[in-house]
Structures are given as C-alpha cells and as structure tokens.
C-alpha cells in the first residue's frame, strides 16, 4: 500500500475489516448511494481494529477527503482534514441501521447538508481515542 | 436637611421588565458621584409588592459594582411605577382541510427518478396480481428492501403492467430509482404511507435536481390529468396552491374527497374611541385594523365580536390581564392594539407527510395601562427586604415622574438636545416621552414590542420554540460551510483553527454568547435573516413611526430634533439602525441613548432619581 495511489474519480472510500453481517456493508453503501454520492470499496487490515483511524486512512486517500471505517468495533465517518481523534461519526454499534446512517452521513460531508447523527451520539470506541479533548 | 446627611444614595428604577439601580455618593456641597450600576429581571408586576426581590439584586450589583456595602447606604430612591402590562394573541384565519387524504406535497431530500405518471394506487403486495395493460402507481410500506420493491416492479413491468411510478414509506426512492429499466418518478419518506388509498386514481410527479414540479402545483394541469370539470377544479385548487414549490407530490383523486381552503369567520372588532366606535372586519387585513385605530385614537377600549375567533383573541388577551392584575375582565380597558398580518406553516389536516401550508394569520398585541400600583405597599416591601440586607431600617423614597426622568436621563447622553423624545424599547409595550423647549413632557405608550417580535419569528418560521426564536432575534446568522468555516450573514467567510462540531456541519446557526447553536428545521439563512428583520420591522419601525406621530407637536414628525432610543431593545444589532432609517428623511437625528455618556441605553431612570436628589439637598441647603 503507497499513499497518494488514490483513486482519481471524485469518491467516497469506505474501508472494511474483520468480519461483520454482509448487510451492514450493503446498507452503508445504500446510504451513499441514496444521497447520490459515489463511492470505492478499499481493504482494511486485520490490525487496523479502530473504525476512526481506519476512516481517517482512508480519508486522507480520498479525492473527496471523506472515508468511512467499519470493523467489528464499530462504524466511523472521518475526513481527512479533521484531526484524528476527532471523527465527524462514529458508533460502536454493527448494525444494519447504524450503517445506513453512517452511510448518508458520509455523502452528506460531501455535498454539504446537515447530518443526520444522532441525538445520544457521544458513544465512545472503547480506548480508541474517539473521545473529544 | 439635618446634620445627619445622607451620602450614599441608590436609585431604583422599577421597569416593566427589567429593574435598573445606581448607587452614587454626595459629597457635602451636593454634588454627585456616581460609584455603579446594576440590573436584575423585574420580579413580579412592576408596582406590586413582588418586585422587592427584583430591587435588591438590582440595588446589590450597583453596589457591588461600586465597591459598596449595603450597611452603608443612607438613602434608596425609586420611581413612580405605573404597570403597563401587555398581551398576545394570535390566531390564523385560513385553514386548509383535507378530508379522505387528497394529497402528498412534501419535499423529501431525495425523491428518485423524475417526470410524471398517472395510474391507479396498488399496494406492492398486490402488484403481482395485477392485469397487463393496467397503469399502476406502487404504494410501498417503510419496512420493504430496496432490491426487493425494484425487483417487483421490474417484473411487472416485464408483465406488461404499466407501472408509472412509485410511492415509498422508507428513504430509498434513489436507490429503487437506480435500479429500473426506465425513470419513473418515485416519491419517498411518506410518513403515513399505510394510509394513502388504494384503488384510487392518482399522479406521482418529480422535478429534476433544483427544479420544482410543474403540473401538480398548476389547477389546470391537475384537471387535465384527471378530467375535472369547471366545478371540482375549483376544489382542487387549494391542493395546487398548497404544492406550489414543492420538487415532488402525489395527488390521489378520492370520489368523496374534498380539499377546502376554508376561511374561518375572524369575525369584527369595535373599537371604542373617546367619541366614536368603529367596527373593522379582521379579515379586512391589519393595515385596516391599525388605519381605524388612527381614526379613533385615542382608544378606550376594543371588544371582539363574541363567537368569532377575534372575540376569543381579545378575550385571551382580557383574561390573562386580568389575572395579572387582579382586576375583573370587564375592568380591564384596552388601550392601544398593534395587529400584525403574518404567515403561519401549519399542518395540512389530512395529509399523509407531515404536509405544510401556509396560513393566513392575525396576531394581535394590545396594552393595558393599570391604575397607579399601591407605591406605598411597594416601598415598605423594599424597605423590609433591603433592612435584611443592611442589617438596619433603611429610608426608602418613592419620587418624580417616570416620562420626565426617561427625559432627563436621555439627555445626559452626549450630543443630545432639545426638542427631545425618548422611545424606551421594552418587552411588552414600547413607550415614548416628549419634552418641549419648556420642558414640559408627553408621554404615550403603544402595545408591542420584544415580546411580539419573539413571537412573530416563532411562528412565521415554525420553530415553535420561543427559546429558539428569542435567540434568532437577538443574534446573527451564519452558515457553517465545513468544519472550519462559517459565512456570515453580510458574506465575510471567518475561519477556526479549531474543528466546528458535526453537529453544526452545514447548519444555520445563530452566533450566541455562549457560541454557535444550530437553528433546528430545514429553512435557509435568507429566510430566518429575512423573517428576523420583517418581524422587527413590523413591531418597532411601525411602533417606533406611530409613537411619534401620536406625539410630536401637532404630529408634525419634523418637530422632532433628536430621538434617544432607550431599553433592552435599544442594544440589539440592528433595530436602532432600522429605527434611524424610517425617521431619517423628518430630519431626526436618532440613534441609541448613552446614558451619563458610559452606560448606553440603560440607567437612565436611576440616574436622574439620584441627581434629582441632588439638587434638591443643594436647593433645601441653600434655604
């Protein structure tokens, strides 16, 4: 992997590790789709257990600056010009539906309308430094 | 005066809202020098016993401020406190009902495909049984897959059912659009979707990406659709209106259906003047409400037609007086109305997503001026209450003329003269005070004010929060365009080294002391900034134009050289602008008070209740 082989089309990447219900990548993918924002599927790696620094990679690859991370861990939205810690989303939650919100979240960073989130939405990744300072 | 002087004096002016204190020390020739200044939310109704507490956290900041204790005042002076005591009613005149559910007209974010397409209503369970030949619209619950419903109307397509479009419970109208063989229009987030009828004729139409619909939201294109004669066309015109803007709808002809835009009987108000009553029809509009007030004025009293929705506004408004007051409803005299016409989203009764239209509504202010409080009750309240604080009996003085020491204390402000009026901005009435070159002082007091304006933006924009309006009134826009820059409301971008919040990501916010708040619903920043300035316009500029023609030397606004804008309302960000604008061309220097050339629009009672003092220990030192 080199940094800066990015796909040159305007996407959104979305990077998956570890194993989780099909569905839940289908509806995360649904959720961009539906906002009408592409997107490319890029490899996490099993050492990469933390959605939001998983995100954040892949973020910093993407031509749009928007990334989302999914591992067994949870679900992050990340773009790459936030630092970090500091994910625009993120839900330790695995689920179809977090997913799918996830999903619009992403493709809204990109066209600019409000998020959805949610309104109880300071779950922390446990130790992964999702927490705000 | 004795040997036993007083030197540290605070004066108290009791508002109708706020309560205002200064503390001042004397020294032994009289003169006067002012130590701090204080402010507290009045409690209770100005010129009732409640407003004692008011007074001792008012009176405790100013000596605070001033570096004193309250073991060492002498003397607190307070005013006359005449309650001007206000209220709001507001009702819509117009209404829009839709029996048996007419229509669909929202606008979700993402509706799929485009165009339009008539067909009859079918459940997407029922599609399979469909004949060829049939124009289908797919009535989809919530719960359904995406691949799942675009699979089944590929396949009846593929049938020969002619399906022509959709209607979808769930936000997947994109997603099922994507995966057709041709575009149709697809309707989706339809809250109540297990009510639309099925069996019913009906049109699905869609706009292309910042477009809005063309055929639903014009009357005619809606008959030609579904062959309406001259007669249910006019029926189906408010359907047309209330769709007018939209990017997608659905209109589901019902046999028994029937949409009416029904104007509810707003019934008349009398107006009672000195020697005259004029009757004005509500519907007639507020211009005509205010135009026969001017021709009565001065109001003594108005009465809405009982049965009508007035005769309840002006009830309302009689009965929540009364329980302020204390006085029966029949005592409570009316005396001065500000009627603002304005547009209320409600919901369409009947509709399927949550539909909005746009009202017509009438929101009224009137004012009611209280027989003079019981001061003395007053007075020995505060004097209770101050004796915790000072640990001693303190001399409590009840004196002067309000108006005439608004006037006094506006003319401290630096560049200020004679001829002089004072508008005192306040919550609930705004009031005006007029001092010739003799000195002499008018006063008048027109309902309306801060409180109107909350309200105004409250329901023009639906935010049905006053909390949430009070801060769109009182602080600017900005749209937060990514997560490390805002545009202000006037264009200039400002950026932050630090992150904004998601949950601020593409918002409208209002810039509050405490930081940015998000401004909840869909509205953009041209509307919120637009119905902020309108609701101000409409209360202050029309009030601010009113008080002075009703108080200018024969009406003549051009009698008038400085008008000093005092009160809560004098501090915002651009009402004092505004006020300057509409009076600049009567040659009016206006602009807000700055009181003892420090204390801006505040202060100004207190201060000269302590000047007063002064001056009449130098005259009673003199004799």
């Given at each position: ?85 500091r ?45 705000r300072? | ?466 909390q949430v309006?009070e801060e769109v009134?009182r602080y600017p826009l900005a749209k937060v365009?990514?997560f490390f820059h805002v545009?202000h409301e006037?264009?200039?971008?400002q950026f932050f080294t630090e992150p904004l919040a998601p949950e601020l990501f593409?918002r409208v916010v209002v810039l509050t002391d405490e930081g940015m708040h998000a401004v909840p ?103």
């Amino acid at each position: 992997m080199s940094a800066g082989d990015g796909p040159t089309r305007p996407v959104v990447l979305v990077a998956a590790a570890g194993t989780f219900p099909a569905e839940v990548l289908r509806e995360l993918r649904a959720g961009l789709e539906e906002e009408g924002v592409p997107h490319e599927l890029r490899p996490g790696h099993d050492d990469e257990p933390d959605p939001t620094a998983l995100a954040h990679r892949v973020a910093r690859d993407s031509p749009l600056e928007v990334g989302v991370g999914l591992t067994e861990r949870g679900i992050a939205v990340h773009h790459g010009k936030l630092p970090a810690g500091r994910p625009v989303a993120v839900d330790p939650e695995v689920t179809a539906e977090v997913a799918r919100r996830m999903g619009h979240d992403a493709a809204r960073v990109v066209t600019g309308v409000p998020l959805k989130l949610v309104t109880n939405e300071d779950h922390a990744v446990a130790g992964d430094g999702a927490r705000r300072t | 005066m004795a040997s036993g002087a007083p030197r540290l004096v605070v004066g108290v002016d009791i508002g109708n809202s706020t309560t205002e204190a200064c503390c001042a020390r004397f020294d032994d020739d009289g003169g006067v020098e002012y130590l701090g200044s204080g402010l507290a939310p009045t409690t209770g109704i100005k010129g009732t016993p409640d407003n004692a507490e008011g007074v001792r956290k008012a009176a405790g900041q100013a000596l605070a401020d001033g570096g004193c204790r309250w073991p060492e005042v002498d003397l607190v002076l307070t005013n006359e406190a005449t309650p001007v005591i206000s209220g709001l009613a507001m009702e819509t005149i117009t209404e829009t009902v839709v029996t048996e559910s007419t229509m669909i007209g929202h606008d979700p974010r993402t509706p799929g495909g485009s165009g339009i397409g008539v067909g009859t209503t079918v459940a997407l369970a029922d599609l399979a049984d469909r004949p060829a030949g049939e124009y289908v619209l797919v009535v989809v619950p919530a719960a359904e897959d995406f691949e799942d419903v675009a699979e089944a109307l590929v396949a009846a397509a593929h049938r020969g059912v002619g399906v022509r479009g959709a209607i979808l419970g769930g936000d997947d109208a994109v997603l099922v659009a994507n995966r057709l063989e041709e575009t149709l229009p697809i309707v989706d987030e339809v809250t109540l979707v297990d009510e639309v009828p099925l069996g019913m004729l009906a049109a699905v139409e869609v706009a292309e990406p910042g477009r809005t619909i063309r055929t639903l939201s014009n009357s005619y294109g809606i008959a030609t659709l579904f062959d309406l004669d001259a007669e249910q066309t006019k029926m189906i015109s408010p359907v047309a209106r209330s769709l007018t803007g939209n990017r997608s709808a659905v209109v589901v002809r019902t046999p028994g259906g029937d949409v009416t835009d029904r104007r509810v009987p707003a019934g008349s108000i009398a107006l009672r003047g000195r020697s005259s009553t004029v009757s004005v029809e509500v519907d007639a509009g507020a211009d005509e409400i205010m135009r026969a007030l001017a021709r009565i004025r001065p109001l003594v009293d108005a009465e809405g037609e009982s049965g009508t929705h007035v005769g309840g506004m002006i009830a309302s408004v009689r009965d929540a007086m009364s329980e302020l007051t204390g006085q029966r409803p029949d005592e409570v005299a009316i005396e001065d109305l500000l009627a603002v016409d304005t547009l209320v989203p409600q919901e369409v009764r009947g509709g399927l997503a949550k539909e909005v239209a746009r009202e017509d509504a009438v929101l009224l202010a009137a004012m009611v001026r209280t027989s003079r409080g019981p001061m003395e009750q007053v007075a020995a309240e505060v004097r209770r209450v101050l004796a915790e604080e000072a640990q001693r009996v303190l001399e409590v003085e009840i004196g002067g003329i309000e108006a005439e020491m608004a006037v006094g204390g506006a003319l401290t402000t630096p560049g200020s003269g004679e001829p002089i009026v004072v508008l005192d901005l306040g919550g609930g009435s705004t009031d005006a005070a007029h001092a010739d070159t003799d000195g002499e002082v008018y006063s008048v007091h027109v309902a309306g004010a801060g409180d109107l304006v909350t309200t105004l933006i409250d329901a023009e924009l639906g935010l049905d929060d006053q909390q949430v309006a009070e801060e769109v009134k009182r602080y600017p826009l900005a749209k937060v365009e990514s997560f490390f820059h805002v545009r202000h409301e006037n264009g200039t971008a400002q950026f932050f080294t630090e992150p904004l919040a998601p949950e601020l990501f593409a918002r409208v916010v209002v810039l509050t002391d405490e930081g940015m708040h998000a401004v909840p619903g869909r509205h953009d920043l041209a509307t919120l900034r637009h119905a902020r300035r309108e609701a101000k316009r409409r209360v202050f500029v029309v009030n601010a134009l009113r008080a002075l023609e009703q108080i200018a030397p024969g009406g003549v606004l051009r009698q008038i050289e400085f008008v000093v804008l005092l009160g809560g309302s004098a501090l915002d960000f651009e009402i004092p602008d505004m006020i300057a604008d509409a009076v600049a061309p009567y040659g009016i220097v206006c602009g807000t008070g700055n009181v003892r050339g420090s204390l801006g629009p505040r202060n100004a009672v207190a201060s000269v209740l302590v000047a007063g003092h002064a001056r009449g220990r130098r005259v009673s030192g003199a004799a």
